[in-house]
């Protein structure tokens, strides 16, 4: 949007939104916080109201993460797809841990605001070595070791160029480590 007060607005109400979910809890957090006590290599899949993803993301993950403990972030708005998300991490012994209910309705903004609540109170809690972020229908369809890959890399994911500014450039947020 290019008029200033509406832009300036829509960021204030952005922040505010981000700050008060950031503080806001979730039951399994601490449960997830002690799983991953010295964990070395963490990959965080959001998953949003999509159970048969997830379903195949843990097939695809069993077969193929090396070394990499996979977490199940449930951002769903429909009860019922955290229900089966829910029960089928616990029928696969993945770690799930389901947000608190999250008051963005824009998909892409919801997806930020899930993110920066895992980086804020689960990474910086366990502290791992290497840690990501994968979309639930990213799956791997070879082995992957995050610790091997970040050997070779800083930062790692998808480029994303702008198209405004050419020079400028961001990972996409579906598939970054």
């Not at 109201?49 to 993950?61: D, Y």
């Not at 993110?115 to 994968?134: A, S």
Request: proline share 4%; with cysteine; glycine share 2%.
């Amino acid at each position: 949007n290019q008029n200033r007060l509406t832009r300036y607005l829509k960021n204030r109400r952005n922040g505010l939104m981000n700050f008060y979910f950031l503080k806001r809890s979730s039951r399994s957090s601490q449960f997830v916080l002690l799983k991953l006590q010295n964990t070395r290599n963490i990959v965080f899949s959001i998953a949003f109201n999509k159970p048969e993803c997830v379903e195949v993301m843990l097939l695809a993950w069993k077969k193929y993460g090396k070394n990499t403990q996979l977490v199940i972030i449930d951002n769903s708005s429909d009860s019922n797809a955290r229900s089966q998300i829910k029960e089928l991490c616990f029928a696969n012994r993945n770690l799930y841990l389901a947000l608190p209910k999250n008051p963005e309705w824009h998909p892409n903004r919801s997806h930020a605001l899930a993110m920066n609540w895992v980086f804020y109170n689960i990474v910086k809690e366990c502290k791992p070595i290497h840690f990501g972020y994968l979309d639930h229908d990213c799956f791997p369809f070879n082995n992957f070791d995050l610790n091997k890959k970040m050997n070779e890399f800083f930062i790692y994911g998808e480029k994303r160029i702008s198209e405004k500014y050419p020079e400028l450039w961001n990972l996409w947020a579906g598939f970054c480590f």
